[in-house]
């Protein structure tokens, strides 16, 4: 299995994680909730253990709760949620309740939310790190947004972990942040890794190229996935889905090799043509 490293702690992770927006926000409904039992046990079955999640999500932090109630307790969860509300008064009720919401002891990292209040929030965070009530701090962006700030949080306050847009298309983040977060000793959490279906849409038509075997990847969403965590500085991805078939293919990309740097100029270059 491949995992790589948080720098803070050397504490080892699965380079594969799991995303919850829109996936998992789906309410009270009991059919779909069974669903997603069954796509989170197969996350854990196949060695996952990083969930992302947030209270922006609706009710994806229920579900997830609902979900980890009905699966063995042995299941090696990271817990990795956020805050985000303008207020941090507000913060600590909204962390208790996602706490509450997913009937864990604490969370393994809590980030800001889209930068949202983020020194307030993140002197709250110090605060419950200190106090063990949660394990490393963190900070969210996506969509290639607000890059030039985040950039400057990183470079003043202490954080353990960084959340941004990275992909085989989205790779702005090559530029500035992911060498500085590597700098810095950050982890590295790659959100929207498919950009939304829109990789799929894209490329799916095509035909694998000859070197996905040379990677052991058996399909597209396998080569987006080891692009993104064969960057030396990226720690792991979190794609979301809501079936079980793709949690499998998914989960594939925790297995076999990486590429190298001249591959990843290769599958760059090849995606680019297609
Ligand atoms: N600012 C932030 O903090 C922020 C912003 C954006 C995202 N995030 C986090 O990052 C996670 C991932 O990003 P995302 O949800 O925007 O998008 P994503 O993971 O790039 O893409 C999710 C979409 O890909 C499809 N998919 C997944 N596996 C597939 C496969 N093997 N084959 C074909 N289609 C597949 C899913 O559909 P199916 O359900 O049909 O599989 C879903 O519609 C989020 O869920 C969230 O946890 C954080």
């Known amino acids: 299995m491949l995992t790589k490293a948080i720098p803070a702690s050397g504490e080892a992770l699965p380079v594969i994680g799991m995303g919850s927006w829109i996936t998992f926000n789906v309410g009270d409904d009991a059919g779909l909730r069974a669903q997603r039992v069954d796509v ?3 996350f854990f079955d196949a060695g996952g253990a990083v969930i992302d999640s947030s209270p922006m999500y609706g009710t994806s932090e229920e579900v997830i709760g609902h979900c980890l109630a009905r699966i063995e307790s042995s299941r ?3 817990a990795a ?3 985000w509300t303008p207020l941090q008064m507000f913060g600590p009720g909204q962390m208790e309740d996602s706490r509450a919401y997913w009937g864990i002891e604490r969370f393994d990292l809590m980030q800001v939310h889209n ?3 983020w020194d307030g929030h993140l002197e709250t965070l110090r605060e419950d790190k200190a106090a063990g009530r949660i394990r490393y701090i963190g900070i969210t962006t996506s969509h290639g947004r607000r890059h030039r700030e985040l950039e400057r949080i990183m470079l003043q306050e202490p954080l353990d ?3 941004l ?3 085989i298309v989205d790779r ?3 530029r500035r942040l992911l060498p500085l977060a590597a700098e810095r000793g950050l982890a590295v959490i790659a959100n929207r890794p498919f950009r939304r279906k829109q990789l799929f849409t894209l490329l799916a038509r095509h035909p694998l190229p000859g070197w996905a075997a040379e990677i052991d990847c058996t399909c597209w969403a396998q080569v987006f996935l080891k692009f993104i965590v064969s960057h030396p500085a990226v720690t792991c991805a979190i794609p979301a889905t809501s079936r079980v078939d793709h ?3 998914n989960m594939g990309a925790l297995y076999g090799r990486l590429p190298d740097a001249a591959l990843r100029a290769r599958m760059v270059r090849d995606v680019e043509d297609l």
Do not use: D, S
Request: aromatic share 8%; proline share 4%; net charge negative.
């Open 172 to 174: 702005e983040a090559e």
């Open 81 to 83: 949620t956020k805050v």
């Open 247 to 249: 949690m499998q293919e």
């Open 161 to 163: 972990a960084v959340q």
């Open 40 to 42: 989170l046990r197969a």
């Open 76 to 78: 090696p969860l990271f």
């Open 165 to 167: 847009t990275y992909n």
């Open 115 to 117: 930068l949202l209040n």
